[in-house]
Every structure is written in structure tokens, then in C-alpha cells.
């Protein structure tokens, strides 16, 4: 069956550290993926979109990396701070028009 | 503020009651989705609307039935709802090249109606 998973309900790191966040998907062959970022009781708001022929994307404290041999995107967050934490949701194009959401990680960064 | 609003934000419904869901997007996107979201389970992606025109249904129970009256409004009508249907319902939009692309375009979404049923 088809299945997006991201590396661990939650995750716990230091203000100043990178948080690494991870994305695995099976039996898809998608063509971009994205990553969001959601607050408590909001919705997702974008961050990035990477396409199949893409390695890396940047954008500011933000790096992602897609793997299409490995099935998997990892998500950077340089330099981390306490506003940074949220949860974080990968998404594949699984469809015409429509995205497949992994549960996301909690991410939480200590001052 | 991403552009896309819903009304109301919160709902409490019995399940003999019939409401509707309300989505407006003010940003001159051509698709508009509805998704689910409940307690420790991923998005899950209900309809799609491409130029008012449903593009997906994944397989949703009939008692949810959508309407796109035109490209900037969506409403989800909810009649005869399970306490299991209790859930946050995001609205989002995106802008698509043409009906038959796909969707290289990220969603904006909108804050959610958190709904109850009793």
C-alpha cells in the first residue's frame, strides 16, 4: 500500500543546533514534493516545493533534499529558534491537483 | 492572513442537524480542496474543484456533499453526521496553469472549522 512516513512524532533540540526532519515514502513516484509548517489550531502554511529533477532547494534557514532513488526528503532547519517550533508536514503529488500529507513532526526547539 | 477564510471557525452540530461549511479564497486561484484533519492522523484530502469543476472525490461518505458556485467559493453541506466525523476541516486554493495540469503549486490554506458532533 502507499505510504508517506516522517521520521518521529516529535522531536527535541537545542536553540542554535539544525533540526533534521525526514520523509519516507513507498510504492509513489511523485513528481515535487513539499513541506509545510503548521501551528496549533491554524493550517499548514508553505515552505518549499521540490521537483523530481531537483536535488536541493534553499531558502533561507531552510534546505531541503529529495532523493527519488532513496524515496526519501530531508528537511534543514539551520541555526534553530524557539519560533521555529511547529509541526512539519511533507506532501507528495499523488494525483491530478492532489497532495498526499504525511501525520508531520513535532518539532520543538529549547531556548 | 494566507487570502483563504472559513466561516464559521467553530461548529457544534447534533447528528439530525444539517450545516454547511464555508470557504472563500481572494486570491484568483482555479482550485479549490477540502481536507480533513482528525487527532494523530495525516490531512486527508476529500474534494477537488478545478474551475468549478469537481476534479476528486476520495471517496467520502455521502453525507458530505460539496458545492463550487464559482472560483472563489467553496461550501461543504454536512447532514446526518457521526460523532467520528468530529474533526478540524481545512479549506485551501492553489493556482494551477490549466484544468489539465497538475498542481506544481503550493496550497494556501485557510484557519480550519473545528467541528463537534454531538
Known amino acids: 500500500s502507499q505510504k508517506i512516513e516522517q521520521n518521529s512524532e516529535a522531536l527535541n533540540i537545542q536553540e542554535g543546533k539544525t533540526a533534521t526532519l525526514t520523509c519516507n515514502y513507498t510504492?509513489?513516484?511523485?513528481?515535487?514534493l513539499q513541506w509545510y509548517r503548521q501551528d496549533p489550531g491554524r493550517g499548514p502554511v508553505f515552505l518549499l516545493l521540490?521537483?523530481?529533477?531537483?536535488k536541493e532547494k534553499r531558502k533561507e534557514r531552510l534546505k531541503v533534499t529529495f532523493d527519488t532513488t532513496l524515496k526519501q526528503s530531508l528537511f534543514h532547519i539551520t541555526a534553530s529558534q524557539p519560533a521555529d517550533s511547529a509541526t512539519y508536514l511533507c506532501?507528495?503529488?499523488?494525483?491530478?491537483?492532489?497532495?498526499?500529507f504525511g501525520s508531520g513532526t513535532r518539532l520543538q526547539v529549547q531556548p | 492572513e494566507t487570502g483563504v477564510t472559513q466561516t464559521p471557525r467553530h461548529l457544534v452540530m447534533g447528528m439530525t442537524n444539517k450545516k454547511s461549511l464555508k470557504c472563500e479564497q481572494h486570491?484568483?486561484?482555479?482550485?479549490m480542496y477540502w481536507y480533513k484533519q482528525s487527532a494523530k492522523k495525516p490531512l486527508e484530502l476529500m474534494f477537488v474543484?478545478?474551475?468549478?469543476?469537481?476534479?476528486e472525490n476520495n471517496s467520502v461518505p455521502s453525507r458530505f456533499s460539496p458545492e463550487c458556485p464559482n472560483s472563489s467559493h467553496l461550501f461543504l453541506h454536512l447532514h446526518t453526521l457521526q460523532p467520528e466525523d468530529s474533526a478540524l476541516y481545512l479549506c485551501?486554493?492553489?493556482?494551477?496553469?490549466?484544468?489539465?495540469?497538475?498542481?506544481?503549486?503550493?496550497?494556501?490554506f485557510g484557519p480550519g472549522t473545528r467541528l463537534t458532533v454531538l
Open positions: 506532501a507528495l503529488n499523488t494525483g491530478r491537483r492532489a497532495l498526499t
Open positions: 474543484y478545478s474551475l468549478e469543476e469537481r476534479v
Open positions: 510504492n509513489y513516484s511523485p513528481a515535487y
Open positions: 521540490i521537483r523530481e529533477n531537483e
Open positions: 486570491l484568483g486561484h482555479n482550485a
Open positions: 485551501a486554493s492553489s493556482q494551477g496553469h490549466s484544468v489539465g495540469s497538475d498542481g506544481y503549486n503550493e496550497q494556501f
